[in-house]
């Protein structure tokens, strides 16, 4: 059986207004916030930089492991959504595995999630910091930008949860008007033939050089793990279910528009640039962006799309800063984590938590002071990984609650995840197929060895505050319990 917090259980779907939400929070993330906030998510710097070295990997192809990959996502968004809708929370995914699974795995989910986001944050800032030095060419120093960042970011969270929402809606709108941008521009060199890509733009380019899979099916299921890395993120909407102002409305109208904003933002935009750019003009560590705008002879897109990416970079750190915090105090409320990240501030945000989880962040500062040049690689192994559990916890926990909700044991959500549990068991064994790809692959292994320690120490803190009566089971209040 498993225990867990009356605050959280006793709160239905959407409880909480506009004003204060049911777990202290404040409810003020409106639909335009939480619908800008879900369409970053799936948009980083894995689309903008990462797809090059993808590109040259698996050629046209990638459009096809984009496809897929994104209906796989689109499969754990609505497997979070069946979940949200039984009961938002902030918690989320850690909350959802300490009930349906036990208090142990809300344990590691909650800190990994936590550590996934700290990595991140220090991964992103440490990558606008290098962004920069593309206008000032070394003339201020990488770590002050990178303490610079984070200082702001920090401060911006402190102040409102709308603050960070509007933040993520600008930084998005950056991102989103940067793709329907070269989406247009190539649609008008295809069909009204201007620039200097005119004479070799052709949609044949997607199958010209080699065919559609010119480095064969192996190749296309090498690109697997860079594809799923920009993808993470995309499952930050279930964080802001707690401060969502009606989330029985605007979460699952978010999850919803996943589908096609992955075929625009992603297979769109690869169709269109690779069939004005041939896929061998592609480099591993070259935007695709900037190789297209350089072939259509504009200079002005190298400094866009840098403009682009260090808005990328700032969005996602400032996600860390938001979900960290909240996960912490998640943590603490269940008796998990230091009782002190359970306090607000007067505008509902995580102070302490917020402050420890930003402090951790300022180790980018130093890595950035330290060792300029290598920074982005020492930080970035882990990200993967550690992301990918999250969606591997809400899959597991999404069949049980179904099984659980079908036998009448609770209540069915409003939002139910379509062809479930069969699309759950699918999103299962293709992450499980990445996580093979990425032992295949030598430098995605680092990942997979960091995983193992991760879990050791995880279980070994487990223990020791089970042993100090800590461990959330005992200490909690009952309003629900749950046979896992």
Known sequence: MTSVQVEQHDKTPGEGGAGEGGEGYHRTLGARQIQMIAIGGAIGTGLFLGAGKAISKAGPSLILAYAIAGLVIFFIMRALGELLMYRPVSGSFSDYAREFLGPFWGYVTGWTYWLFWVVT?????????????????????????????????????????????????????????????????????????????????????????????????????????????????????????????????TLPKAINTVPWRIAVFYVGALIMILSVVPWTHFQPGVSPFVAAFERMGLGIGAAIVNFVVLTAALSSCNSGMYSTGRMLRDLALNGQGPKVFTKLTKSGTPLIGTTFSAALMLVGVWINYVAPGKAFDYVVSFATISGMWAWIMILVCQIRYRAKADRGELPQSAFRAPGA????????????????????????????????????????????????????????????????
């Not at 999103?427 to 879990?455: E, H, N, T």
Request: glycine share 10%; proline share 3%.
């Open 121 to 249: 944050g220090i991964t992103e800032v440490t990558a606008a910091a290098q962004y920069m030095s593309y206008w000032t060419h070394d003339s201020f120093p990488q770590w002050a930008y990178a303490l610079i960042f984070t200082v702001i970011l920090y401060a911006a969270n402190l102040i409102s949860v709308k603050l960070f929402g509007e933040l993520e809606f600008w930084f998005s709108m950056v991102k989103v008007t940067a793709i329907v941008g070269m989406i247009l521009i190539c649609a008008g060199i295809l069909t009204i033939g201007f620039s200097d890509a005119a004479d070799t733009a052709t949609v044949s380019n997607l199958w010209n050089d080699g065919g559609f899979f010119p480095k064969g099916i192996g190749g296309t299921l090498m690109t697997l793990q860079i594809v799923m890395f920009a993808f993470l993120a995309v499952e930050l909407v279930g964080v802001t279910a707690g401060e969502s102002k009606d989330p029985e409305k």
């Open 421 to 484: 549990p069969y699309t759950s068991w699918f999103a299962l064994l293709f992450i499980g197929m990445v996580i093979v790809m990425m032992g295949a692959d030598k430098d995605a292994r680092v990942s997979l060895y960091c995983a193992p320690l991760w879990g050791l120490i995880l279980g070994l803190a487990y223990l020791f505050s089970q042993r100090r009566g800590q461990g959330g089971d005992t200490s909690v209040k009952v309003s629900l319990s749950v046979d896992v």
